[in-house]
C-alpha cells in the first residue's frame, strides 16, 4: 500500500467506521465511560438558560433563540472532532484511524439500542410492571406511569424500529459521506431534536428549528433504512410481502414524516399493529396506528425487532463500505 493511498481522505475512514461499527456490536455503550452526546446533551442545556435569559420571551425571540442555539451546537460538535482528527493526523495517520475509530464507536448506538430494549423484554417477561415501567422509561419519551404489559411491549417495539434509523442508518450514512465529524454533525441535530423538539408550551417556538432540521436530515435516510429493513426481513425470513404491503399504505401515519418509515416495515414484517394514541407531559395526543393487528403483540416481537435492528444495520454497514470503497477506487 502506498503513501499515496494512504494519504487518500476515504480509506482511513473507512478502516475507522469498520473498527468503530465493530466495538459497538462488541460493547455497546458501557455506563462508565464518557460519552461525546452527554456532553453535547449538557451543552444544550446551558446554553437553552443562557440563550432564553437573553432574549424577550416572545414567540419571535424564542424562534430567534432556538435557531442561534443550533448553529451553535452543531457547529461546535462538527468542527471540535474534525480539529481533532486533523491534529491526530499530523502526528500520524494510524494515530487518526484509532481517534476516529473510537470516535464512530461513540456516535453508534445497535448494541445500546438491543441491551436497554431488552431490559424491557426481561421484565415484561416476568410480569414485572413497575420494573418494566421503568425500563421503558429510560427510551421512549411518552408519559408510561399508566401503561399495562401490551403498552409497554408496543412502545418498546416502536422505539426499537425507529431508532434503527435514527441510532443506526443514518449515522453510518453520515459518516461514509463525512467520517466521523459529519457524523457529529447528524447526531448534534438529533440530540437537539430529541431534548428541544416538542410541539408543548416551553419548546413550540425554541425548539422549532431543531425539529424542522432534524426532519430534513433523516429523510433520505429514514426511507434508506425503511428499504434496507424490508431486505432485511427477506433475509431474516420474516413477512417481508406484508412488510412491503404496511410500509407503502402506512409510512406517513405519523405526524413525523420519517418515524413511521422503518415503524411501518416492522409492523407489517411481525403482523402486528403499533402507534395509536399517547400520552406526552399528561396530554392525550391522537395519533393514527400503523400496521394491522393480525395477531396480539407478544413480548417475543422485541426480540424480533431486534434482529430486524441488526440486519439492518449489518445491510447498511455492508452498503456503506461498498460505496466507500468504490469512491476511494475512483480518486
Given at each position: 500500500m502506498t503513501f499515496e493511498l494512504w494519504n487518500t481522505a476515504v480509506l482511513p475512514s473507512m478502516i475507522a467506521l469498520t473498527i468503530g461499527f465493530t466495538l459497538d456490536l462488541i460493547f455497546g455503550d458501557p455506563h462508565w465511560m464518557p460519552h461525546p452526546i452527554c456532553l453535547i446533551g449538557n451543552m444544550?442545556?446551558?446554553?437553552?438558560?443562557?440563550?432564553?435569559?437573553?432574549?424577550?420571551?416572545?414567540?419571535?425571540?424564542?424562534?430567534?433563540?432556538?435557531?442561534?442555539?443550533?448553529?451553535?451546537?452543531?457547529?461546535?460538535?462538527?468542527?471540535?472532532?474534525?480539529?481533532?482528527?486533523?491534529?491526530?493526523g499530523e502526528i500520524h495517520i494510524l494515530l487518526r484511524i484509532g481517534v476516529e475509530a473510537v470516535m464512530c464507536y461513540q456516535i453508534l448506538s445497535v448494541k445500546a439500542l438491543k441491551t436497554e430494549?431488552?431490559?424491557?423484554?426481561?421484565?415484561?417477561?416476568?410480569?414485572?410492571?413497575?420494573?418494566?415501567?421503568?425500563?421503558?422509561?429510560?427510551?421512549?419519551?411518552?408519559?408510561?406511569?399508566?401503561?399495562?404489559?401490551?403498552?409497554?411491549?408496543?412502545?418498546?417495539?416502536?422505539?426499537?424500529?425507529?431508532?434503527?434509523?435514527?441510532?443506526?442508518?443514518?449515522?453510518?450514512?453520515?459518516?461514509?459521506?463525512?467520517?466521523?465529524?459529519?457524523?457529529?454533525?447528524?447526531?448534534?441535530?438529533?440530540?437537539?431534536?430529541?431534548?428541544?423538539?416538542?410541539?408543548n408550551d416551553q419548546y413550540l417556538y425554541f425548539g422549532r428549528f431543531a425539529a424542522k432540521l432534524d426532519d430534513a436530515?433523516?429523510?433520505?435516510?429514514?426511507?434508506?433504512?425503511?428499504?434496507?429493513?424490508?431486505?432485511?426481513?427477506?433475509?431474516?425470513?420474516?413477512?417481508?410481502?406484508?412488510?412491503?404491503?404496511?410500509?407503502?399504505r402506512d409510512r406517513y401515519n405519523h405526524t413525523s414524516p420519517n418515524s413511521a418509515q422503518t415503524e411501518s416495515v416492522c409492523a407489517g414484517a411481525l403482523g402486528i399493529q403499533l402507534a395509536g394514541d399517547a400520552y406526552y407531559f399528561g396530554k392525550l395526543y391522537e395519533k393514527k396506528t400503523i400496521g394491522d393487528p393480525l395477531r396480539p403483540i407478544a413480548y417475543d416481537d422485541i426480540r424480533l425487532a431486534n434482529r430486524l435492528l441488526y440486519g439492518t444495520a449489518y445491510l447498511t454497514f455492508a452498503l456503506c463500505i461498498i460505496g466507500m470503497g468504490v469512491i476511494e477506487w475512483i480518486i
Open positions: 444544550i442545556s446551558r446554553w437553552e438558560n443562557l440563550i432564553r435569559n437573553a432574549l424577550p420571551r416572545t414567540s419571535k425571540g424564542e424562534l430567534a433563540g432556538g435557531i442561534l442555539l443550533v448553529i451553535m451546537i452543531v457547529t461546535i460538535s462538527t468542527a471540535v472532532p474534525y480539529g481533532i482528527l486533523w491534529a491526530a430494549s431488552m431490559k424491557v423484554y426481561h421484565e415484561l417477561i416476568h410480569e414485572n410492571l413497575a420494573g418494566a415501567r421503568k425500563m421503558v422509561a429510560m427510551i421512549v419519551g411518552r408519559d408510561v406511569q399508566n401503561l399495562n404489559l401490551e403498552q409497554i411491549t408496543k412502545a418498546t417495539v416502536e422505539t426499537v424500529a425507529e431508532n434503527t434509523s435514527d441510532g443506526t442508518v443514518a449515522p453510518l450514512l453520515f459518516m461514509a459521506i463525512g467520517g466521523a465529524p459529519l457524523g457529529f454533525f447528524y447526531k448534534a441535530i438529533n440530540t437537539m431534536d430529541s431534548m428541544i423538539g416538542y410541539k436530515v433523516n429523510y433520505i435516510p429514514a426511507r434508506i433504512s425503511a428499504y434496507l429493513m424490508i431486505l432485511a426481513t427477506y433475509l431474516l425470513k420474516l413477512d417481508h410481502r406484508n412488510a412491503w404491503i404496511v410500509f407503502n
